[in-house]
């Protein structure tokens, strides 16, 4: 059964819908290559969705700890490389101003970081550097 219905726009621009919530999104070319840059393009939702799976698996952890994750944000930062244009590197830095557990809590979390499903499955010659700032 789909997961996910798309549908392509014009102007280098798509909509995809998650068919059990209903929820849509919009991806648009960035401006570097022939788009308006006006949304995610596919690449930034690359980077998007491994920031996002690291962080529901280190709330998984943090659940199981009794601890919240409240107050964690992340910047990602992406960067193309030509022929082939692909991605070269996803930085990942977190920010905890509250982190609770000691310092073995804490490397649980940044190890479930590193596991999650998107990290294991993007191609090994994409860098992922992840700083953890807490």
Not at 39 to 65: N, Y
Request: charged letters at 20%; hydrophobic letters at 40%; a neutral charge.
């Amino acid at each position: 059964m789909p997961t996910i219905k798309s549908t392509y726009l014009g102007n280098l621009r798509t909509q995809a819908t998650h068919l059990q919530s209903g929820n849509t999104l919009i991806t648009d070319a960035p401006v570097d290559n022939n788009g308006k840059g006006e949304a995610f393009s596919p690449t930034d939702l690359v980077c998007a969705a491994l920031g996002a799976c690291m962080v529901t698996i280190m709330g998984i952890v943090a659940e199981r700890e009794g601890i919240s994750l409240e107050g964690l944000s992340w910047e990602m930062t992406k960067v193309m490389q030509s022929n082939p244009r692909k991605i070269q590197e996803i930085i990942v830095d977190f920010k905890w101003d509250q982190p609770g557990g000691d310092n073995i809590l804490r490397q649980k979390l940044k190890n479930a970081a590193k596991t999650c499903p998107v990290a294991l499955s993007l191609d090994p010659e994409i860098k992922q550097t992840v700083n953890f700032n807490f």
